[in-house]
């Protein structure tokens, strides 16, 4: 079976513009997360989907937005981009919506801002 | 103050010893924590999993969880220079479906 799947692998944008990263996340899973890991750093959650809801967000600004779709596949859109935006970003999606469920995660997108 | 603390690294042992990764939460409401490896460049990959208190073994991997005093740890027997890795610690409340990873601690197995 797939694993999670991500795309772009790679990215480099300058400040101020827009990005969305695209995720799937294992067959039946239904819950898909995203994480955002700087250098250094464990990953810090951003959101949460379950069934095409937001059930969970992190503390990160507006800037940053997600949607689930009916195939439960997801995106996350990142608009006027910083340079500390610089990471890799991470899905994660696990079988369950509730707590304790495994996440699995995809092998990332890294962005770059310049 | 960090939710999630890991013991500082770099942390180096000899090839068939025993490692030992340490892990504290401050969040009483952890119900759940997690180990992942991740390897240098790449995504995390999960290791185990606990939920409750006590030692959950799966292979060369143990980990344990003692709720009272807020600590996780992951002991790996008869370590391996594939095993060189970073290793994060995560908790996650009952409530939500979020983890909360600790900085992670880089791991050496030398041959």
């Known amino acids: 079976d797939a694993g999670v799947t991500q795309s772009p692998t790679h990215l480099i944008k300058t400040r101020g513009q827009h990005v969305t990263l695209r995720c799937s996340p294992i067959s039946g899973h239904k819950s898909v997360s995203w994480y955002q890991q700087v250098l250094g750093q464990g990953p810090q959650f951003i959101f949460q989907y379950y069934e095409k809801e937001e059930r969970g967000r992190g503390n990160f600004p507006d800037r940053f937005s997600a949607r689930q779709f009916p195939n439960y596949s997801s995106e996350l859109n990142v608009n006027a981009l910083l340079l500390g935006d610089s990471a890799l970003y991470l899905c994660?999606?696990?079988?369950?919506?509730?707590?304790?469920?495994?996440?699995?995660f995809g092998n990332g997108t890294r962005l770059t801002v310049t | 103050q960090k939710e999630v603390e890991q013991n500082s690294g770099p942390l180096s042992v000899p090839e068939g010893a025993i490692a030992s990764l340490n892990c504290t939460y401050s969040d009483r409401g952890s119900q759940s924590f997690f180990w992942y490896r991740q390897y240098s460049g790449k995504s995390p990959e999960l290791i185990m999993f606990?939920?409750?208190?006590g030692d959950k073994e799966d292979g060369r991997f143990t980990a344990q969880l003692n709720k009272a005093s807020q600590y996780v740890s992951l002991l790996i027997r008869d370590s391996q220079p594939s095993d060189s890795a970073t290793y994060l610690c995560?908790?996650?409340?009952?409530?939500?479906?979020?983890?909360?990873f600790g900085s992670g601690t880089q791991l050496t197995v030398l041959p």
């Open positions: 995560a908790g996650e409340p009952g409530s939500a479906r979020q983890l909360t």
């Open positions: 994660a999606s696990s079988l369950y919506e509730s707590a304790g469920s495994p996440l699995h």
């Open positions: 606990i939920y409750s208190n």
